[in-house]
């Protein structure tokens, strides 16, 4: 049930004069998309790269403004790419490498579901064909779905969120027109985000010659995937059945492990491991009012979990330093998120909503159908994402050029657990 072709992509609203004047970085975030790589990931990050949200951005190590009362960054840091940015309002706290393409195993399904995800209802039901599950790659990490058996939309994204079931992005892909339809779209999504490092080769993130990301790229589809409620609650589950079996999320800091704890505020996002990405991983946490993302790509230190021990320690310098310490670079928006008047919706991203869905059942120009939350699907140890009063909303184009802001629709909390 292949989704039907989605519509041209609204024209901005906003001249090319008025960002240059109003973003610090203008010139590279009107440049083209970046051509396909022609060969593996540099050794050391490149002495060029993007200066997409910021100049620094663009300069390879260590980006952080310090002065008196801004907590020294961590020291043991051994991360090839990381960012530390403000969910809400953009701002780069520091970052390292931000802009180094590199690849991304499979936090590139955050690319993978803000693309697809609102295209099918939760309660549609799919019956897999052996064609569905041809090129899920050797080894590659799979939630255990049968050729013949039948599965609810609903519980392919569980499979895709909690255990990053490369044969559930292959289903879902299926019923998206196929993969290559699938990769076309992702590339096409990445492109109205502005995150321009990404080239997109497999939509499940499995290692493939020239796909590459980069942390600040992932951060993006971050942020974009976490306007949508689904999204949200998908990447924020724990543990749900699937079929017979219960599953367990992947992402150390939510589920905890033996020597890493869970993270107090964290609601998701993907993490991703392959013997040629190494260990990568975004993350979103709320502490005191405030929403950070962090992205850390392929720590070198070879010990247990270690990609989660440095998101850690970057969450607790950024919620120290927030508000504090001055920027170094921002999140751009989307292209089409200046359009005027808009208002984010709980389920849909700002600068997606106006626009005709790619799909589901009520056919081209409906509405994404609201599929069923995926923490109603929790085993119950202390899930819950509690909308927070007072929604901000976005105030029109130049209001949000002048702002800079994106805000979330809501803002994710944590319970205690027991």
């Not at 984010?344 to 799909?359: F, H, K, Y």
Request: hydrophobic share 40%; charged share 15%; aromatic share 6%.
């Amino acid at each position: 049930m292949p989704a039907p072709k989605k519509p041209g992509r609204r024209s901005l609203l906003v001249t090319s004069a008025t960002l240059l004047s109003l973003s610090v970085t203008a010139p590279a975030a009107l440049a083209a998309p970046a051509p396909a790589p022609t060969t593996s990931p540099t050794a050391t990050p490149p002495a060029l790269m993007s200066t997409l949200g910021g100049a620094r951005l663009g300069q390879p190590g260590t980006q952080v403004n310090l002065a008196p009362g801004v907590p020294v960054l961590p020291k043991d840091l051994t991360a090839r790419s990381w960012i530390v940015s403000d969910a809400e309002s953009g701002e780069v706290l520091a970052a390292h490498n931000a802009h180094w393409r590199l690849p991304p195993a499979s936090t590139l399904k955050m690319l993978f579901a803000d693309t697809v995800l609102p295209r099918f209802p939760a309660s549609t039901r799919y019956k897999v064909a052996p064609s569905d599950l041809k090129g899920v790659g050797a080894g590659s990490s799979v939630v255990g779905i049968k050729e013949g058996g039948t599965y609810s939309v609903h519980d392919l994204w569980l499979g895709v969120f909690l255990r990053s079931g490369n044969d559930a992005v292959h289903v879902l892909s299926s019923m998206n027109g196929g993969v290559r339809q699938t990769v076309e779209d992702m590339q096409d999504h990445a492109e109205e985000l502005q995150a321009l490092d990404t080239y997109v080769v497999s939509p499940d993130g499995y290692d493939a010659p020239g796909q590459v990301s980069s942390a600040y790229d992932l951060t993006l589809f971050a942020r974009s995937g976490l306007q949508k409620k689904d999204f949200r609650d998908y990447c924020s589950t724990v543990s749900a059945k699937f079929g017979s079996a219960e599953i367990r999320n992947t992402n150390r800091l939510l589920s905890g492990d033996s020597d890493v704890p869970v993270y107090q505020g964290i609601a998701g996002v993907k993490n991703g491991n392959t013997s040629h990405a190494g260990a990568t991983f975004t993350g979103v946490a709320e502490r005191g009012g405030k929403v950070l993302l962090v992205t850390v790509m392929n720590p070198e230190k070879p010990e247990h979990n270690e990609v989660y021990k440095e998101t850690a320690k970057l969450f607790d310098w950024g919620f120290q330093a927030v508000g504090k310490v001055k920027a170094v670079g921002e999140l751009v928006p989307p292209r089409s998120a200046s359009s005027a008047t808009a208002q984010p919706d709980a389920g849909v991203s700002p600068g997606q909503g106006a626009q005709p869905s790619s799909g589901g059942t009520g056919g081209p120009g409906s509405k994404p159908a609201a599929s069923a939350t995926a923490g109603s699907a929790s085993s119950g140890v202390g899930i819950a994402l509690a909308v927070v009063g007072g929604v901000l909303v976005l105030l029109g184009g130049g209001a949000f050029l002048v702002n800079r802001r994106w805000p979330l629709p809501d803002l994710m909390r944590r319970r205690t657990r027991p």
